[in-house]
């Protein structure tokens, strides 16, 4: 049987092939799907660490911890006697990598116990005691200690009492010295110094290099340069040269850092009035004398934001950016650190925080699993090392196992969407293989009633399906696999594939097969299983008009499943599920249960559109009169109104392949235009310009930048510090008359009113101000009430200025994050005297990529030569999106499903042809017999290949839409600025229409072919 | 009455590839068939009778030997010009009816007319053709159903009334009492006799039912591809 089977299969090739190919498109299309997803993942790993300015932060929980290490002890025995004597013992060692000098060692005796008189000794020579007592109540001062060197004290006790625990005696000896003034007390964990720590960190595997940082925030009047000082606090940081090379966050704008300078930020530098070569004083609390420097360079730090998060676990991740920096190297930060101890020792100490003393370590990622979980997975273990070298004393900040534990989150969410988006293209492949299966039935059927007369048992029959479905399963496996492969290939690329792991390649080849088996279960073996129950009286039907339904015709499956739909789609939307939350960090939450209604809904919709065509084609007013007129019209009419249960199963499988490759080239669309928009959103326009703070501009500074390319200028001023009430609002200024040509305004962004009449609003009032809807909320503010404000005029004073309320924004474009007030800059520059401004927004004519790009060269290597200022464009606010869901390659997927959409389209219209001509081949030859033209013949053919092409491409495009409409709406979260309608990719649907058009003409050509080729005379004379 | 068709088959061989062999389904044929005349072709199954009858429609061309319907030699003509002449001039019945399913009887046999008014030599007056053809072959009540809602015997009826409704010269008949029970097959045989008298038109067909071959005027028995007897036949009421 299993020959017989075999030989079955490689003498029906293009049977075989009808049944492969559903089967083969379904594994292929998962497979590649698959393999993309695995890419993808490994991919978001990449972009998920590559942000991460640093690795890890090891903090020293005790930085200002005395370096010497102190053990008491008592011998004697665990217990002791009334009376009995018993040795104390103390041990100072200097475990820190510098000398200590002027120690003083100090003990106070339990009240268990009694001193024995002169019984001290020091390093095995007798002390005296002072004054009758130990000499450790007072203080035992000892010289210094080098480097590891010990200091042994002992003395003599007696129990006044019996004592039945002398580990439950309390140990209260302390060492201080002139470099550590705070008190060492007795049996704590030894003390390690950062350089020490440095050096253990950089031995743990997967460390590639580590860096000594310290910090310290100084009061005002810190630093001086001449006659001026700083007025404002000052952060101190020191680290070694070589820091810049590794992290290039801290940005070296003028001089360098050569040995023994020190950098300055432009906000200290410019209110010193000082720069490279410059000498500066530094004051230390707990120094004597202040410390003077020269100038090395100046070193912007507005990128550096992991220098400036809090390192307490309390406030971990907040960021407090302070405008003056002074960065001095570790050596005399060295030199820096036992005043900051001395300080902290005194009575009342200037400093408000201890020091950082931070090990910033480097992993080598190259050494990361691509998959973001097992990734994590080693970086934890790397964290735990470290803190295992040096147990409570350190505090590790994790910042590459943070972005990796969200990367795992997003790359999990990411399969998950990109499977649900895949997947209509399975299940239509694997219907189209179901549909397939169909159309060959009364061939097998045929066929199955030979194999009987001759004797065949059923169980025969049995193995005979069984060895073709493993056959079908096994061939369309193995060649869905290799079009799996080959499309992600040529659609994605060899990177595509190459960064993913094996492992995970190797589970998706094997879940593609898997998936593969049941399809050709469900599409092969089930149907076949039921047609062997049949009656063999009912095997010959080839020519009877198919009048039974299908199931989801009868059971109304298409009801079911919009309803369906319209459940999930209610519940999620009474759930809150549409309402947009701003994202929390770098993830997206998406609510994946809902993505089911848009599957419901292309089932549910196509099948109803199906259904009333139907219901319409039986109802056709067909020509009644006595004359046919034109043959092929007539006998066209007739059969499409008396068949159309097989035209429905054709429209069915083209429809849903034409619905799901449209809804993805509209919602890929959406989303690509989406995605720009929400860029130009961030930016403000097509580029922002921001001048350095080295190099303020005033507004005039926008005819500079109006280069060949550029449309438009606008000047904006940005104070962070307009006082409401009491709290510190953000006031941005603009020229209300120019922002609206040039930034991107969004109908959305103003309830009630244009982006036209807010600016209009503005314009025509120069003390208006609109007021963003939370500020508006919070005060109570109303359109045309007044608000008034206290802003820093030129001198830093603060002056009151009044504003008029005349109108709210929700958002406002360059500002993501959200503002308070948006003024008139001539107001703001009228009443503070400022004349600077903060950025420049520019538009240029043309707002492709290439061009902005070529604008942006244009403006840097134009006012950016002597000018530095930051140029962006929306390309690099793309590229900066920090959710590693938001930046995933749509755009492949898409590409990789037009494809499948395009092969499933022409095998499904394929299929439909080859099956008319499989179904109606004896229909076909009594036409010839009766003597109808091949021309005729042909018509016939093609006007019910072109009937299933037009009303698939009809029925799927509506319903492509409604997918598409759904999944813009469950994928919210993923953009900043709400979508208002779908973006129509008329391109692409004019390539989906041309290759489902082509795709039947190729098949009617096929067709006509072999018509041609029938035999009548060995046709009329089957049964 | 419409000018019958005479038929001349010389030398016709046909042959078949099947599983690598050759095999010859009709093998030298010399048969002459005058206008008008009624003749049944017999034989067992497989000796080439209904190879021999699709050559004679033009269904397919002889490997070798030449095919003449009254003058024209009709196996040399392309597939175009053939199916012109079986549209035009000739009418099927088949054993196993071969209607077309998706048409009621009456549409059936308006499809035959349209193949040939469509090309333009159709005649008024058609449709009382058809309405004559119809009632005379009792299907009035049966116009307006479909196939699958007609027994065999009056499937059979629609079928030569499709074979007829054009107004052949030559009808072609292979098995047409094949799967109707003896009653139905002799009703169904005496109005092929009928029409053909009526009409005047020549009658082959193909048949290995003895009563109803020595029906028809002449018996040509086949075995093998090849002529083994033609005679008369002996008429039987």
């Known amino acids: 049987?299993?020959?017989?089977?075999?030989?079955?299969?490689?003498?029906?090739?293009?049977?075989?092939?009808?049944?492969?190919?559903?089967?083969?498109?379904?594994?292929?299309?998962?497979?590649?799907?698959?393999?993309?997803?695995?890419?993808?993942?490994?991919?978001?790993?990449?972009?998920?660490?590559?942000?991460?300015?640093?690795?890890?932060?090891?903090?020293?929980?005790?930085?200002?911890?005395?370096?010497?290490?102190?053990?008491?002890?008592?011998?004697?025995?665990?217990?002791?006697?009334?009376?009995?004597?018993?040795?104390?013992?103390?041990?100072?060692?200097?475990?820190?990598?510098?000398?200590?000098?002027?120690?003083?060692?100090?003990?106070?005796?339990?009240?268990?116990?009694?001193?024995?008189?002169?019984?001290?000794?020091?390093?095995?020579?007798?002390?005296?005691?002072?004054?009758?007592?130990?000499?450790?109540?007072?203080?035992?001062?000892?010289?210094?200690?080098?480097?590891?060197?010990?200091?042994?004290?002992?003395?003599?006790?007696?129990?006044?009492?019996?004592?039945?625990?002398?580990?439950?005696?309390?140990?209260?000896?302390?060492?201080?010295?002139?470099?550590?003034?705070?008190?060492?007390?007795a049996n704590r964990l030894p003390a390690v110094s950062l350089s020490q720590f440095a050096s253990r960190v950089a031995t743990v595997s997967g460390v590639s290099a580590v860096d000594q940082l310290a910090a310290i925030d100084l009061p005002a009047a810190s630093l001086s340069a001449g006659t001026k000082s700083l007025s404002q606090p000052l952060r101190l940081f020191a680290f070694d040269p070589v820091f810049l090379t590794h992290y290039p966050m801290v940005r070296q704008t003028a001089g360098a850092f050569s040995p023994g300078t020190v950098l300055l930020s432009p906000d200290a530098a410019q209110a010193l009035g000082a720069g490279s070569g410059s000498n500066v004083s530094l004051t230390v609390p707990g120094r004597g004398s202040p410390l003077q420097f020269a100038v090395g360079g100046i070193a912007d730090f507005s990128k550096a934001d992991p220098l400036f998060a809090a390192r307490s676990t309390d406030n971990q991740g907040e960021f407090i950016q302070v405008p003056n920096v002074i960065v001095v190297p570790l050596a005399t930060f060295a030199t820096i650190l036992p005043s900051l101890k001395a300080d902290a020792a005194s009575g009342s100490p200037t400093l408000k925080s201890a020091p950082v003393l931070e090990a910033d370590v480097r992993l080598d990622r190259s050494r990361l699993a691509t998959d973001p979980a097992l990734a994590a997975v080693v970086t934890q273990g790397i964290r735990r090392s470290m803190e295992r070298l040096v147990p409570g004393r350190v505090t590790v900040i994790d910042n590459l196992s943070d972005a990796l534990v969200a990367a795992t989150g997003d790359s999990i969410l990411a399969k998950v969407l990109f499977l649900f988006l895949g997947l209509p293209g399975v299940l239509v492949a694997a219907y189209l293989s179901r549909y397939a299966g169909g159309l060959l039935a009364e061939a097998r059927r045929r066929e199955q009633a030979t194999l009987r007369a001759r004797g065949a048992q059923p169980r025969h029959l049995v193995s005979d399906l069984t060895y073709t479905a493993l056959g079908v399963a096994i061939l369309g496996s193995a060649l869905g696999l290799a079009i799996g492969l080959g499309t992600a290939l040529l659609v994605l690329g060899p990177s595509a594939l190459t960064s993913a792991s094996r492992q995970s390649f190797l589970i998706s080849a094997a879940v593609s097969v898997g998936a593969g088996v049941v399809t050709t279960l469900l599409a092969v073996y089930l149907p076949g299983r039921r047609a062997l129950t049949r009656e063999a009286g009912n095997e010959r039907r080839e020519m009877e008009v198919t009048t039974v339904p299908p199931v989801w015709l009868r059971m109304k499956v298409d009801l079911v499943f919009i309803a369906a739909a319209a459940l999930?789609?209610?519940?999620?939307?009474?759930?809150?599920?549409?309402?947009?939350?701003?994202?929390?960090?770098?993830?997206?939450?998406?609510?994946?249960?809902?993505?089911?209604?848009?599957?419901?809904?292309?089932?549910?919709?196509?099948?109803?559109?199906?259904?009333?065509?139907?219901?319409?084609?039986?109802?056709?007013?067909?020509?009644?009169?006595?004359?046919?007129?034109?043959?092929?019209?007539?006998?066209?009419?007739?059969?499409?109104?008396?068949?159309?249960?097989?035209?429905?199963?054709?429209?069915?499988?083209?429809?849903?392949?034409?619905?799901?490759?449209?809804?993805?080239?509209?919602?890929?669309?959406?989303?690509?235009?989406?995605?720009?928009?929400?860029?130009?959103?961030?930016?403000?326009?097509?580029?922002?310009?921001?001048?350095?703070?080295?190099?303020?501009?005033?507004?005039?500074?926008?005819?500079?930048?109006?280069?060949?390319?550029?449309?438009?200028?606008?000047?904006?001023?940005?104070?962070?510090?307009?006082?409401?009430?009491?709290?510190?609002?953000?006031?941005?200024?603009?020229?209300?008359?120019?922002?609206?040509?040039?930034?991107?305004?969004?109908?959305?962004?103003?309830?009630?009113?244009?982006p036209a009449a807010a600016m209009s609003a503005l314009r025509s009032d120069p003390t208006g101000v609109l007021v963003s809807t939370e500020m508006a909320r919070t005060f109570n503010i109303q359109t045309g009430d007044q608000i008034n404000v206290q802003l820093a005029d030129r001198t830093g004073h603060l002056v009151p200025v009044t504003f008029h309320a005349a109108g709210v924004f929700k958002d406002f474009p360059g500002y993501p994050q959200g503002i308070d007030l948006v003024g008139n800059l001539a107001f703001y520059q009228s009443a503070t005297g400022v004349s600077q401004v903060s950025l420049f927004l520019v538009r240029t004519a043309d707002p492709s990529p290439a061009a902005v790009g070529r604008v942006a060269d244009l403006i840097k290597a134009g006012p950016g030569r002597s000018a530095p200022m930051l140029v962006e464009t929306s390309a690099t606010a793309f590229n900066r999106d920090q959710s590693t869901l938001t930046a995933v390659n749509l755009r492949g997927l898409g590409g990789l499903q037009a494809v499948y959409t395009a092969l499933i389209s022409a095998a499904g219209i394929g299929i439909f042809v080859f099956g008319l001509l499989l179904q109606r081949r004896k229909e076909y030859v009594t036409m010839r017999a009766l003597g109808i033209r091949m021309g005729q013949l042909w018509g016939l053919v093609f006007g019910e290949a072109a009937a299933v092409a037009l009303f698939s491409l009809g029925i799927g495009s509506v319903t492509g839409a409604v997918m598409a409409y759904m999944f813009v709406k469950i994928l919210a979260p993923l953009f900043t600025i709400q979508p208002a309608s779908l973006t129509v990719p008329a391109d692409q649907l004019a390539t989906l229409a041309t290759l489902v058009i082509g795709g039947m003409l190729l098949s009617v050509a096929f067709a006509a072919r072999s018509l041609r080729r029938l035999n009548p005379v060995e046709l009329l004379r089957e049964e | 009455m419409t000018a019958a068709m005479s038929l001349r088959v010389e030398g016709v061989t046909k042959h078949y590839r099947a599983g690598g062999l050759t095999v010859k389904a009709v093998d030298g044929l010399d048969i002459e068939i005058e206008a008008g005349t009624s003749v049944a072709i017999v034989g067992p199954s497989g000796c080439g009778k209904s190879t021999l009858l699709g050559m004679l429609g033009g269904l397919e061309r002889p490997s070798s030997g030449r095919i003449w319907l009254d003058g024209t030699e009709i196996s040399s003509l392309p597939e175009a010009e053939r199916a012109r002449i079986r549209r035009e001039s000739i009418g099927f019945v088949f054993q196993s009816y071969d209607l077309l399913p998706f048409l009621t009887a009456q549409e059936n046999i308006e499809f035959q007319q349209a193949l040939n008014g469509e090309n333009g030599s159709g005649t008024n007056g058609k449709s009382d053709h058809e309405a004559d053809l119809i009632k005379r072959l009792g299907l009035s009540e049966h116009a307006t159903k479909f196939p699958d809602q007609l027994s065999g015997g009056q499937r059979q009826r629609v079928g030569i009334a499709r074979a007829l409704a054009h107004g052949p010269r030559l009808i072609l008949g292979d098995e047409p009492t094949g799967e109707l029970d003896s009653e139905t097959s002799a009703s169904v045989l005496d109005l092929l006799l009928e029409a053909q008298e009526t009409t005047g038109a020549t009658l082959v067909v193909v048949t290995h039912d003895a009563d109803v071959a020595e029906r028809l005027g002449r018996v040509v028995t086949l075995r093998d591809g090849k002529v083994v007897s033609d005679r008369s036949a002996v008429r039987r009421a």
Do not use: C
Request: proline share 6%; no cysteine; hydrophobic share 45%.
């Open chain 1, 568 to 754: 999930v789609w209610i519940i999620t939307n009474l759930a809150g599920g549409f309402r947009i939350t701003p994202a929390e960090g770098q993830s997206v939450s998406l609510s994946f249960y809902t993505l089911l209604a848009p599957l419901l809904a292309w089932l549910g919709v196509t099948l109803l559109a199906v259904r009333l065509l139907l219901w319409g084609t039986r109802r056709l007013k067909l020509p009644g009169g006595k004359r046919v007129g034109r043959l092929t019209t007539w006998t066209l009419l007739r059969s499409v109104s008396r068949r159309s249960l097989a035209l429905g199963s054709g429209i069915v499988a083209l429809a849903l392949a034409v619905a799901f490759g449209s809804s993805l080239a509209l919602f890929i669309a959406t989303y690509d235009s989406q995605k720009q928009a929400d860029a130009r959103f961030v930016v403000g326009s097509d580029l922002r310009v921001t001048p350095s703070a080295l190099s303020q501009q005033s507004s005039d500074f926008a005819a500079q930048l109006r280069v060949p390319g550029v449309s438009g200028v606008t000047p904006v001023a940005q104070t962070s510090g307009a006082i409401v009430g009491t709290e510190k609002r953000t006031l941005v200024s603009i020229d209300s008359a120019v922002f609206g040509h040039v930034a991107t305004l969004n109908d959305t962004f103003f309830p009630n009113v244009s």
């Open chain 1, 1 to 185: 049987m299993l020959r017989y089977s075999l030989r079955d299969l490689v003498r029906n090739p293009r049977r075989t092939l009808a049944s492969v190919i559903g089967v083969a498109l379904a594994v292929g299309l998962f497979a590649s799907t698959a393999f993309f997803v695995d890419g993808s993942a490994a991919r978001m790993t990449e972009r998920a660490i590559a942000p991460v300015a640093i690795d890890m932060q090891a903090d020293l929980t005790s930085p200002l911890g005395s370096s010497l290490t102190v053990t008491q002890s008592i011998g004697g025995g665990p217990s002791l006697a009334a009376g009995q004597p018993a040795t104390v013992t103390i041990v100072v060692t200097n475990t820190s990598d510098r000398p200590a000098t002027a120690l003083v060692v100090q003990d106070v005796i339990a009240s268990q116990l009694s001193y024995v008189p002169a019984s001290t000794s020091l390093n095995g020579g007798p002390s005296p005691d002072a004054g009758g007592e130990s000499p450790l109540v007072g203080g035992l001062r000892w010289g210094s200690l080098t480097v590891g060197d010990k200091l042994t004290i002992t003395y003599q006790v007696r129990s006044t009492g019996p004592i039945p625990a002398v580990a439950g005696l309390p140990m209260r000896a302390t060492v201080v010295s002139a470099e550590d003034p705070m008190p060492a007390a």
